[in-house]
């Protein structure tokens, strides 16, 4: 990873703010990455009773998650995520702006984004017929 943007990382996490959230579309070589999809996939798969695949998923991945926090040395404690398309499946009934709520508060929480990001929005795949969430109450940032 390049000083530049690790220089941008380090001064919007040192900002005041309630959340940190870093899009970013190229892996960050540096961090223990979660890949949302092949660990959820995997829970699911083993499901007994499909009528309760909501609140099942919504125990796994909150488990999942909280066990995926690290430290770096310049980043602090954080929690990076990828393949995150299956979140977006109807069935699981996830709202993913809370989600991104929720761990970028005592977390810096960077997503590797498969999609567009502009200032209010972001896009998962694209802005044309994707889906599009509103995230201008989380601070966040793009790189």
Request: hydrophobic share 40%; proline share 2%.
């Amino acid at each position: 990873m390049n000083l530049p943007i690790i220089n941008t990382i380090t001064a919007y996490i040192k900002s005041q703010s309630r959340n940190k959230v870093i899009f970013h579309s190229q892996a960050i070589s540096v961090l223990e990455s979660v890949n949302i999809g092949l660990r959820i996939s995997e829970s699911i798969y083993n499901f007994r009773e499909p009528g309760r695949i909501a609140m099942r998923f919504s125990s796994e991945l909150n488990d999942m998650l909280n066990a995926s926090t690290f430290y770096h040395d310049v980043f602090g404690r954080y929690l990076s995520i990828e393949n995150v398309g299956i979140l977006f499946e109807p069935d699981l009934k996830l709202d993913f702006t809370r989600l991104l709520d929720n761990y970028s508060q005592n977390n810096v929480l960077f997503v590797k984004w498969e999609g567009e990001v502009d200032v209010d929005n972001i896009y998962f795949l694209t802005k044309e017929r994707g889906i599009k969430l509103n995230i201008k109450n989380l601070s966040h940032i793009a790189i």
